[in-house]
């Protein structure tokens, strides 16, 4: 059975870092792309990051140069390492798995099995 498990997130004030992770299980993660997405109350899912089975990556312009995402194929997880956070950033972050058919996309519908999601605000 396929499944997906976030977890890092939190309170943290403006200018500071945090460190999601994605656990999954029922396959093997680094064959498949993975991405970051986010949802913000009142707003359309957004894709932050991802990265491919040959490890090659793509963030969103939002996010280029803040955040970071990797891969530990031991441990069949992936993360992303958030630094300098906006309240901006304030959101539900999900990890997901894309269809075997694409790589290094972030359209949503192009994912097929999604993470239960945590919560990451960015308030003072």
């Known amino acids: 059975q396929v499944q997906l498990v976030e977890s890092g997130g939190g309170l943290v004030q403006p200018g500071g870092s945090l460190r999601l992770s994605c656990a999954a299980s029922g396959f093997t993660l680094s064959h498949y792309t993975i991405g970051w997405f986010r949802q913000a109350p009142g707003k359309e899912r957004e894709g932050v990051s991802c990265?491919?089975?040959?490890?090659?990556?793509f963030y969103a312009d939002s996010v280029k140069g803040r955040f970071t995402i990797s891969r530990d194929s031991a441990k069949n997880t992936v993360y992303l390492q958030m630094s300098s956070l906006s309240p901006e950033d304030t959101a539900v972050y999900y990890c997901?798995?894309?269809?075997?058919?694409?790589?290094?996309?972030?359209?949503?519908?192009?994912?097929?099995?999604w993470g239960q999601g945590t919560q990451v605000t960015v308030s003072s």
């Open positions: 990265i491919n089975s040959i490890g090659s990556t």
């Open positions: 997901a798995r894309a269809s075997p058919y694409y790589s290094l996309t972030l359209y949503p519908a192009r994912y097929d099995y």
